[in-house]
């Protein structure tokens, strides 16, 4: 019987993960808080400085900003945020923007109007707008999360200021996460509840998949994937989820429903488990307590991991995909956890080196491993306990990875950073 505390707390979880965004989440959390600092400056800056954590530049700088006419980098995100952009509208801050809005961005970035700094921090997802016009300057500092403003000043004097000053604020209660406590959540929790998160994602996240096999958009990576094996599902769950990741990263304007702070996450967690509950013609119910199951398992693996990392995001949401086709076809706890391991097994090692195109490629690969890991699980087929990193129970192994990903290939981190910023 599912606790009711444990129901409560979850239903939380995905209100605040399941929400709306456009493009990459780094370039709008960066156009997000110039948006806010303006309103807080109470007017147009006509100087912007944009300090960074190493993972934001890493995540920003080859990446396409939604209604930008296609340009990439910190200085236009931040530029068309403190110009155009809405704060109201927080991680869809871009929505309206317009060509004249395009066209002062760019003047305002070729008159030197933006400048970039290296922030040192510890901290992978932090940094810090200052805007100013003549003697008056504002700045928001953000932490840990893309929302998560625990500093506004203005003019010197500290407007607000979180009282932990430390951790991403988060109302939900995540202690109980589990594979067994999400299996029972998945299984129990009144449909109607859980409704509204999946009918957003299936509305979102399958239209600009489908927007990505429209061929627009970089390499077109799932029209290839369609083409080589038209009448595989397993082919068209990972080409539907891949390009819309690559529309997503080349600039589409359509929104996301993210999870755990990423778009890609988000495609990779739903996309794989409405196009199998479709081709298997799997009840709408079904569908959608299977999708709550993803979100919450991804969720629940990047607890350890944290938001960004040297470790690719794309591994632990099709990952939770596959686990969630097992969910589909009947299988067991066990089998559910054979499939986390036998993923775990395979790909754990993908490295993220920012956003870009080619995440499509790395979530097709991921994908790829969940879904034979899925196929292997439901045999009765798994690693052997450790053997490796894989632990004697899946959520031992989830909590290794995650310990890997965000304390062993910190120094990985360090060095992709490096490498770009040099390269």
Do not use: W
């Not at 959390?29 to 890493?58: D, Q, T």
């Not at 990446?63 to 530029?79: K, R, W």
């Not at 506004?152 to 004097?157: C, F, L, R, V």
């Not at 910190?410 to 390269?423: A, L, P, R």
């Amino acid at each position: 019987m599912l606790d009711k505390k444990i129901e409560k707390d979850f239903l939380e979880i995905l209100g605040e993960e399941l929400v709306p965004a456009m493009g990459c989440t780094e370039p709008i959390a960066l156009a997000y808080a110039c948006a806010k600092a303006r309103e807080v400056l109470g007017a147009v800056p006509e100087k912007i400085v944009a300090a960074c954590s190493g993972n934001i530049i890493k995540n920003v700088r080859c990446v396409s900003i939604p209604n930008s006419g296609g340009m990439t980098g910190i200085e236009p995100a931040c530029v068309l945020g403190a110009l155009c952009g809405d704060a109201s509208r927080e991680m869809e801050v871009l929505e309206a923007v317009t060509p004249d809005g395009i066209e002062k961005c760019v003047e305002f970035i070729q008159k030197g109007g933006c400048e970039v700094e290296y922030l040192e921090s510890p901290i992978p997802l932090h940094f810090i707008i200052t805007v100013k016009k003549g003697d008056n300057r504002a700045e928001i500092e953000v932490r840990h999360s893309h929302r998560n403003i625990v500093r506004i000043a203005k003019n010197g004097e500290t407007l607000f200021m979180t009282e932990d000053f430390g951790e991403a604020t988060v109302t939900a209660d995540r202690s109980a996460l589990s594979v067994e406590n999400i299996f029972a959540f998945a299984e129990e929790v009144d449909i109607e509840k859980i409704r509204s998160f999946a009918e957003k994602q299936v509305e979102c996240n399958m239209a600009i998949a489908e927007k990505g096999l429209s061929g627009e958009y970089g390499i077109g990576i799932g029209c290839e994937m369609l083409e080589m094996y038209p009448n595989s599902v397993f082919t068209k769950m990972k080409a539907y989820a891949a390009a819309g990741s690559e529309a997503r990263m080349e600039g589409c304007s359509m929104p996301v429903i993210i999870t755990s702070g990423s778009g890609n996450q988000g495609i990779a967690s739903s996309v794989p488990v409405i196009v199998y509950a479709r081709e298997k013609k799997i009840p709408e119910e079904k569908m959608f307590r299977a999708m709550a199951f993803s979100s919450l398992l991804t969720v629940y693996q990047k607890e350890y991991i944290g938001k960004l990392s040297a470790f690719c995001g794309a591994v632990s949401a099709s990952c939770a995909a596959g686990a969630a086709i097992t969910y589909i076809e009947g299988g067991s706890i066990g089998q559910i956890k054979d499939t986390i391991d036998n993923t775990m097994a395979d790909v754990p090692g993908i490295i993220c080196d920012g956003a870009k195109a080619s995440c499509a490629a790395k979530i097709a690969s991921a994908l790829d491993a969940a879904l034979f890991a899925h196929v292997l699980a439901m045999k009765g087929k798994v690693y052997e306990a450790n053997t490796g990193i894989i632990q004697s129970d899946a959520g031992k192994t989830i909590s290794c990875v995650g310990y890997i990903g965000k304390v062993g290939m910190k120094q990985t981190d360090s060095e992709i950073v490096k490498m770009m910023i040099e390269g």
